[in-house]
């Protein structure tokens, strides 16, 4: 099959779909399917509407068999204003390339004019718009089947906050066109299901980890590594409000009050939000944080070896694959009752959840996970057992590879 993966970022940049992505092309590829892929100049993904901001400066190589198309974001002047006027001109096009945060990428959209012929287009991710209408110019131009992974962020229930930016009338007619949609737990395929998205064209997918590339990390170093002495509770992913990251903080420092001896690990990047915050933080507090931008490898897996907990209080994941991450070290987890991260972490079997933004609440948990050792230790044992059964990438690129050949045919 010649197969055209369309997403907003490609390694070396981090996060969920962009793994989701990696895993499955290179899969493909070493299957001796063609696999390419057009993306974008971005390395950090502030990129888009920042200037100064980390991008690749390489517009095609070669990864792992797959060919990887870079096209450079531009940026209008005063971007967030024009982009407010752009986006109120009537049509679908300008609804799906001026819609913040999504990137502007001529170059991109140029290319469906020119592209070669391929058997299947799959797009990713909500709320990038013009990369998934990329996706369904490709399609519609050559004929062939569109799949789209939305990675819905549907928020708290009850709470429009978030699920606006992802559900907003262009970008449901975007997911509406495609032929198969894969979604990535039964929340995210009861609200498409909602809105009259055929079931029959709906798989329920969800994420995966590579054990190997998780094996052999060493608390003892990480903790020798920063100096840090007792328990550890960590936080891993991009820090900012949506994800949590500023109730966590205040939830840690209610405790700290209290005693606790813990400290608090930060891993991943700055958005700017979260750095205005932090700085702005107490000394005294901030002794208590160990904040670090981008982890390597070799530490993500110290850290996760070395915590006794992880802690994601989002209301914008629409999965969450450092739970599958901590899991794989048989550590307990706690996340919040949004997106769909209720989808995938068991309340009381794997994990604890809490309401979105409910600091106290997320104390509790925390205190509780840290002070009942043989509870955290269930919980923990509980997830790993369930990783290693139903989340590998191997088993996920299957589903997938099946669907590809049905719809290619």
């Not at 967030?80 to 986006?87: C, E, I, N, Y």
């Amino acid at each position: 099959m010649r197969c055209l993966h369309v997403i907003h970022r490609y390694w070396p940049a981090r996060g969920g779909s962009e793994k989701f992505m990696i895993e499955m092309s290179k899969r493909l590829a070493a299957d001796g399917h063609e696999v390419t892929v057009f993306t974008t100049d971005a390395i950090d993904i502030q990129h888009y509407w920042l200037p100064g901001k980390e991008k690749s400066e390489t517009r095609h190589e070669v990864i792992d068999g797959v060919d990887v198309n870079r096209f450079r974001v531009r940026r209008l002047p005063k971007q967030p204003q024009a982009l407010r006027v752009l986006g109120k001109l009537p049509g679908f096009f300008p609804k799906c390339q001026f819609s913040f945060p999504s990137p502007l990428v001529p170059g991109m959209l140029a290319r469906t004019w020119t592209a070669q012929g391929f058997d299947i287009v799959h797009a990713t991710a909500l709320p990038y718009d013009s990369i998934l209408y990329t996706g369904y110019r490709v399609a519609k131009r050559q004929g062939i089947p569109l799949v789209i992974s939305p990675f819905f962020h549907l928020g708290e229930e009850g709470s429009d906050d978030v699920r606006r930016f992802y559900t907003r009338p262009h970008q449901m007619r975007l997911v509406n066109s495609a032929d198969r949609v894969l979604v990535q737990t039964d929340i995210e395929r009861d609200f498409l299901a909602s809105r009259g998205f055929p079931k029959e064209k709906m798989i329920l997918l969800g994420m995966g980890i590579n054990p190997w590339e998780l094996e052999g990390g060493n608390g003892a170093r990480f903790r020798a590594k920063y100096d840090l002495i007792g328990p550890i509770v960590c936080y891993i992913g991009p820090k900012t409000y949506d994800k949590g990251t500023f109730h966590l903080v205040q939830a840690m420092e209610s405790l700290w009050r209290g005693g606790d001896p813990s400290s608090l690990v930060l891993a991943g990047t700055d958005i700017e939000d979260f750095r205005r915050y932090y700085e702005k933080l107490p000394e005294k507090v901030r002794s208590k944080c160990l904040a670090l931008d981008f982890i390597g490898d070799e530490d993500k897996r110290d850290l996760l070896d070395a915590c006794d907990l992880l802690v994601l209080p989002s209301r914008s994941d629409s999965f969450g694959i450092v739970f599958l991450e901590a899991w794989f070290y048989a550590k307990p987890v706690v996340g919040a009752k949004a997106g769909g991260i209720p989808g995938l972490v068991r309340d009381g079997v794997d994990g604890l959840l809490v309401p979105f933004g409910e600091k106290t609440e997320l104390a509790v948990s925390i205190k509780n996970l840290l002070q009942d050792q043989e509870y955290s230790r269930k919980l923990g044992q509980a997830g790993r057992d369930r990783v290693l059964s139903e989340f590998t990438w191997d088993s996920k690129y299957g589903i997938v590879r099946e669907l590809y050949e049905e719809l290619a045919g």
